[in-house]
């Protein structure tokens, strides 16, 4: 086989690297392979390996997840963008790689899904949207509204949509104008999230208990609450029952950010627990695991609270 010019090497080599060892067909013709090179280099035992129609790895071992969403945009044409897990999991959120990439190409287009790609045809392209090397993908209330509406399970919605809230990637407004542009097909889960951060759930184990107290009948207390004595701030309390001067706090070290995080809680609890406060403290596991423990336990509490003076505090709900 005749040596390839250096220009030409240098012209793959350099194809391969922003696209992550992933190549479309004319992209490889472009770089002075012929059809017959490709051929023998995508042969069974050969040096490449076809992912998709058209669309080749440059080795032999499994395509990671990044090259999967190279080759699934490839397939999809130059005006696709990748949406929903692929993009938020871009967008550095906790998310699974999802088995099947979910891009948008404009509703005239004539892309197939195939493999692990689906094609989303849409009349909402987005204006605007990330670029990261050669990657396209949505911006984060996209992201995270697509990926919703693909996802059966509340808590991974639920968690999906407070991670985007902490971190301050969108707003509340942002998802919820999202939610109404978007089909509703699947929507329900992420309707429900929505609600629950109105209230002011901020991560999952808040959003388990909300829906425990409300399964419970139980009086919802306002989540996130900023307590204050006088003009000064004692705490954010996870859930505030303000007629009852009652609180109850989520204690769990995964949704502290750091060890330096989880002792400023242990003093805030001090501060709570010296102005009077009725504190109550439930892992994660004790929401979900023994429900009715965990109601009995709030509402002895909410009794006991309602039966003295109520107490000096007041409070504003969570930005």
Same mark, same amino acid.
């Given at each position: 086989?005749?040596?390839?010019?250096?220009?030409?090497?240098?012209?793959?080599?350099?194809?391969?690297?922003?696209?992550?060892?992933?190549?479309?067909?004319?992209?490889?013709?472009?770089?002075?392979?012929?059809?017959?090179?490709?051929?023998?280099?995508?042969?069974?035992?050969?040096?490449?390996?076809?992912?998709?129609?058209?669309?080749?790895?440059?080795?032999?071992?499994?395509?990671?997840?990044?090259?999967?969403?190279?080759?699934?945009?490839?397939?999809?044409?130059?005006?696709?963008?990748?949406?929903?897990?692929?993009?938020?999991?871009?967008?550095?959120?906790?998310?699974?790689?999802?088995?099947?990439?979910?891009?948008?190409?404009?509703?005239?287009?004539?892309?197939?899904?195939?493999?692990?790609?689906?094609?989303?045809?849409?009349?909402?392209?987005?204006?605007?949207?990330?670029?990261?090397?050669?990657?396209?993908?949505?911006?984060?209330?996209?992201?995270?509204?697509?990926?919703?509406?693909?996802?059966?399970?509340?808590?991974?919605?639920?968690?999906?949509?407070?991670?985007?809230?902490?971190?301050?990637?969108?707003?509340?407004?942002?998802?919820? /104008?999202?939610?109404?542009?978007?089909?509703?097909?699947?929507?329900?889960?992420?309707?429900?999230?929505?609600?629950?951060?109105?209230?002011?759930?901020?991560?999952?184990?808040?959003?388990?208990?909300?829906?425990?107290?409300?399964?419970?009948?139980?009086?919802?207390?306002?989540?996130?609450?900023?307590?204050?004595?006088?003009?000064?701030?004692?705490?954010?309390? /996870?859930?505030?029952?303000?007629?009852?001067?009652?609180?109850?706090?989520?204690?769990?070290?995964?949704?502290?950010?750091?060890?330096? /995080?989880?002792?400023?809680?242990?003093?805030? #609890? /001090?501060?709570?627990?010296? #102005?009077?406060?009725?504190?109550?403290?439930?892992?994660?596991?004790?929401?979900?695991?023994?429900?009715?423990?965990?109601?009995?336990?709030?509402?002895?509490?909410?009794?006991?609270?309602?039966?003295?003076?109520?107490?000096?505090?007041?409070?504003?709900?969570?930005?």
């Amino acid at each position: 086989m005749p040596k390839k010019a250096p220009i030409e090497q240098e012209q793959l080599a350099e194809v391969l690297r922003r696209q992550r060892g992933v190549i479309g067909w004319s992209q490889a013709l472009g770089c002075g392979l012929t059809e017959r090179a490709l051929e023998y280099r995508i042969r069974e035992g050969g040096a490449w390996q076809r992912l998709l129609p058209g669309v080749y790895l440059a080795g032999t071992g499994t395509a990671s997840a990044e090259q999967r969403d190279m080759a699934a945009l490839l397939h999809a044409g130059p005006r696709s963008v990748l949406t929903g897990l692929a993009a938020a999991r871009r967008h550095g959120f906790r998310v699974a790689a999802p088995s099947v990439i979910t891009v948008l190409v404009p509703a005239g287009a004539r892309r197939q899904s195939t493999g692990f790609v689906q094609i989303q045809r849409t009349t909402r392209m987005p204006a605007g949207f990330c670029v990261d090397w050669e990657f396209r993908f949505v911006l984060a209330p996209r992201a995270v509204a697509d990926a919703a509406r693909s996802t059966r399970s509340v808590r991974e919605v639920r968690a999906l949509v407070a991670q985007a809230i902490q971190q301050r990637r969108c707003s509340i407004a942002m998802l919820v /104008d999202e939610l109404e542009r978007g089909p509703a097909r699947g929507s329900g889960p992420l309707r429900a999230a929505l609600a629950e951060v109105r209230d002011g759930t901020r991560s999952v184990p808040e959003g388990d208990l909300r829906a425990l107290l409300k399964r419970g009948r139980v009086a919802v207390p306002v989540f996130n609450a900023r307590l204050y004595v006088g003009g000064a701030m004692i705490a954010v309390a /996870d859930a505030w029952w303000e007629e009852a001067g009652v609180v109850a706090e989520v204690d769990s070290r995964e949704y502290h950010y750091s060890a330096e /995080d989880w002792q400023k809680t242990m003093r805030r #609890h /001090d501060r709570l627990v010296a #102005h009077g406060v009725l504190l109550l403290h439930f892992t994660p596991k004790q929401i979900r695991g023994q429900p009715e423990e965990v109601v009995a336990q709030i509402r002895a509490a909410l009794a006991a609270g309602r039966g003295r003076p109520r107490l000096p505090i007041t409070y504003r709900t969570a930005a």
